[in-house]
């Protein structure tokens, strides 16, 4: 329904409402179609005031409504209205209403409002990350760094991942500031980045720079370039990073996920203790491989061809150079069907080894189990990012050397169709292998330079690829 575009009386809102097909749900339909067409906030204040006249009430879903529209608007005084009825009416208010007027008020000049109110449902429940960041926007536009840091770091120890968005926020508002404890601060966020294998994007990797250069009598300078294929940078010459483990550290790694993720309580959850002790006597056996492969993941590579082709593909392409494969399959590839075909699979496993595991089974154990006992040569393919596994691991210290490793390890394929060259598609080979790099993909310091890898698109976080482009900060 189309709502009216000036305020109406209540006369008005009656016929109205007899005429619209189902009177009883005619306000909240009414109200969600004024957000939906930004009215004005007169017109629905006309149909509240009409509301509270003939039921002497206003439900807490219409109120929501409303508030959503003047918050929408910015609204202010409006906004304070609401929560001063909501206040006196509830006593306490749901998180998406506290979400809404945290998000009008930090908008205004009435921001301190929204810190308040932060305050208020901390009393109740865990803020939700929305709310901390809106919190920690209007502090720093109001160049209140200490506050936006003091926010940010309880929302950390609230385990509220932060988004890029609020990081970018904090290198944005800034510039130009001076100070140790800021500095010390924003080298926090770039830790962080770190520590947690995240890539900023192209915008956020122009905030960090302009940061850098904007720090008074610090003679930082920001160029964006390629690493080279030995992991020298182009710029100023720096080594990057080693992407592999000293032999301590990764005999570390290997017990700690043989314990914690393979033998850990949430092991067999997804697959019988038979099965697994099936599986590690058949790679016992066979050991070591160079590559362990997931093959119902890089079955699914590319959609115009078959499971089994896709799959008869990656192992081709990998068989070169005698390397010593293992395919981790499932039993309902070995059913002659259109997409697992017989003579395809009979070739495959004269080039890999095989183990078919239950239909059910949960790849990612036997993928790590297969990949740690081969040894430090040993790489894996997938496309995923084994992020459930990371959670399992209990100190942050090992999940480093997990995502090094990881990094170091992976192999990731592209199709290439995703390509330019799609016309001459017959022609090229069907995936592209993505060599797992020599060096570390990660954020890095050296004192006086720093190295940041980044995206060029906002992308998923669980995307597979690596960034191959950086920025490079040095220290004149
Ligand atoms: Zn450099």
Same mark, same amino acid.
């Not at 010459?237 to 914690?260: C, F, G, K, P, V």
């Not at 038979?274 to 491989?289: H, K, M």
């Given at each position: 329904?189309?709502?009216?575009? /000036?305020?109406?009386?209540?006369?008005?809102?009656?016929?109205?409402?007899?005429?619209?097909?189902?009177?009883?749900?005619?306000?909240?339909?009414?109200?969600?179609?004024?957000?939906?067409?930004?009215?004005?906030?007169?017109?629905? *204040?006309?149909?509240?005031?009409?509301?509270?006249?003939?039921?002497?009430?206003?439900?807490?879903?219409?109120?929501?409504?409303?508030?959503?529209?003047?918050?929408?608007?910015?609204?202010?005084?409006?906004?304070?209205?609401?929560?001063?009825?909501?206040?006196?009416?509830?006593?306490?208010?749901?998180?998406?209403?506290?979400?809404?007027?945290?998000?009008?008020?930090?908008?205004?000049?009435?921001? &301190?409002?929204?810190?308040?109110?932060?305050?208020?449902?901390? /009393?109740?429940?865990?803020?939700?990350?929305?709310?901390?960041?809106?919190?920690?926007?209007?502090?720093?536009?109001?160049?209140?760094?200490?506050?936006?840091?003091?926010?940010?770091?309880?929302?950390?120890?609230?385990?509220?991942?932060?988004?890029?968005?609020?990081?970018?926020?904090?290198?944005?508002?800034?510039?130009?500031?001076?100070?140790?404890?800021?500095?010390?601060?924003?080298?926090?966020?770039? @830790?962080?980045?770190?520590?947690?294998?995240?890539?900023?994007? /192209?915008?956020?990797?122009?905030?960090?720079?302009?940061?850098?250069?904007?720090?008074?009598?610090?003679?930082?300078?920001?160029?964006?370039?390629?690493?080279?294929?030995?992991?020298?940078?182009?710029?100023?010459?720096?080594?990057?990073?080693?992407?592999?483990?000293?032999?301590?550290?990764?005999?570390?790694?290997?017990?700690?996920?043989? &314990?914690?993720?393979?033998?850990?309580?949430?092991? !067999?959850?997804?697959?019988?203790?038979?099965? @697994?002790?099936?599986?590690?006597? @058949?790679?016992?056996?066979?050991?070591?491989?160079?590559?362990?492969?997931?093959?119902?993941?890089?079955? $699914?590579?590319?959609? &115009?061809?078959?499971?089994?082709?896709?799959?008869?593909?990656?192992?081709?392409?990998?068989?070169?150079?005698?390397?010593?494969?293992?395919?981790?399959?499932?039993? $309902?590839?070995?059913?002659?069907?259109?997409?697992?075909?017989?003579?395809?699979? *009979?070739?495959?496993?004269?080039?890999?080894?095989? @183990? !078919?595991?239950?239909?059910?089974?949960?790849?990612?154990?036997?993928?790590?189990?297969?990949?740690?006992?081969?040894?430090?040569?040993? *790489?894996?393919?997938?496309?995923?990012?084994?992020?459930? $596994?990371?959670?399992?691991?209990?100190?942050?210290?090992?999940? $480093?050397?997990?995502?090094?490793?990881? &990094?170091?390890?992976?192999?990731?394929?592209?199709?290439?169709?995703?390509?330019?060259?799609?016309?001459?598609?017959?022609?090229?080979?069907?995936?592209?292998?993505?060599?797992?790099?020599?060096?570390?993909?990660?954020?890095?310091?050296?004192?006086?330079?720093?190295?940041?890898?980044?995206?060029?698109?906002?992308?998923?976080?669980?995307?597979?690829?690596?960034?191959?482009?950086?920025?490079?900060?040095?220290?004149?």
């Amino acid at each position: 329904i189309q709502p009216p575009e /000036k305020p109406l009386q209540s006369e008005e809102w009656n016929s109205l409402r007899e005429s619209f097909s189902s009177p009883e749900i005619f306000e909240e339909v009414m109200l969600n179609s004024m957000v939906k067409c930004n009215s004005p906030v007169d017109v629905a *204040k006309s149909l509240l005031t009409h509301v509270a006249k003939s039921h002497g009430d206003i439900a807490y879903s219409l109120l929501i409504k409303y508030l959503a529209l003047c918050v929408q608007q910015g609204k202010t005084s409006e906004i304070l209205d609401v929560y001063d009825i909501m206040k006196i009416r509830f006593k306490i208010l749901e998180s998406g209403a506290y979400n809404l007027l945290i998000r009008g008020l930090s908008n205004s000049d009435q921001w &301190r409002m929204a810190l308040t109110l932060l305050e208020e449902i901390k /009393k109740i429940m865990i803020p939700s990350r929305t709310s901390y960041e809106l919190c920690i926007k209007a502090a720093s536009r109001h160049q209140e760094m200490n506050l936006a840091f003091e926010l940010y770091h309880e929302m950390l120890d609230k385990n509220l991942a932060p988004t890029l968005d609020v990081m970018q926020a904090f290198f944005d508002f800034s510039r130009g500031m001076k100070g140790a404890e800021l500095q010390k601060e924003l080298f926090g966020i770039l @830790f962080y980045l770190r520590d947690n294998q995240i890539y900023p994007h /192209k915008t956020f990797m122009q905030s960090i720079k302009l940061w850098f250069e904007s720090i008074p009598g610090e003679n930082w300078r920001g160029h964006q370039t390629n690493i080279k294929d030995s992991g020298k940078c182009p710029v100023c010459n720096h080594q990057l990073e080693d992407s592999s483990l000293t032999e301590e550290e990764y005999n570390n790694l290997r017990e700690r996920i043989i &314990r914690d993720v393979i033998h850990g309580t949430d092991t !067999f959850r997804k697959t019988s203790p038979q099965e @697994f002790e099936a599986f590690q006597t @058949f790679v016992e056996n066979r050991l070591p491989f160079d590559i362990v492969i997931d093959g119902l993941n890089v079955s $699914h590579m590319q959609l &115009r061809q078959t499971q089994c082709e896709n799959l008869f593909n990656a192992v081709n392409c990998l068989a070169k150079g005698n390397a010593r494969l293992l395919v981790l399959g499932r039993k $309902h590839m070995l059913t002659n069907s259109s997409n697992w075909r017989k003579d395809l699979m *009979k070739e495959m496993q004269d080039k890999a080894d095989f @183990f !078919f595991a239950e239909n059910i089974s949960e790849d990612d154990t036997f993928l790590l189990y297969a990949t740690l006992r081969s040894g430090k040569h040993c *790489k894996f393919v997938t496309r995923d990012f084994l992020r459930d $596994h990371k959670a399992c691991l209990s100190d942050s210290g090992t999940r $480093h050397l997990f995502r090094k490793w990881q &990094r170091g390890h992976q192999i990731a394929f592209y199709s290439s169709a995703e390509g330019k060259h799609i016309n001459f598609l017959m022609f090229l080979p069907l995936f592209i292998q993505q060599p797992a790099l020599r060096y570390d993909c990660v954020v890095q310091t050296t004192g006086d330079t720093w190295h940041i890898p980044y995206k060029n698109i906002f992308e998923e976080k669980y995307s597979y690829q690596i960034p191959r482009k950086w920025l490079c900060i040095q220290q004149k």
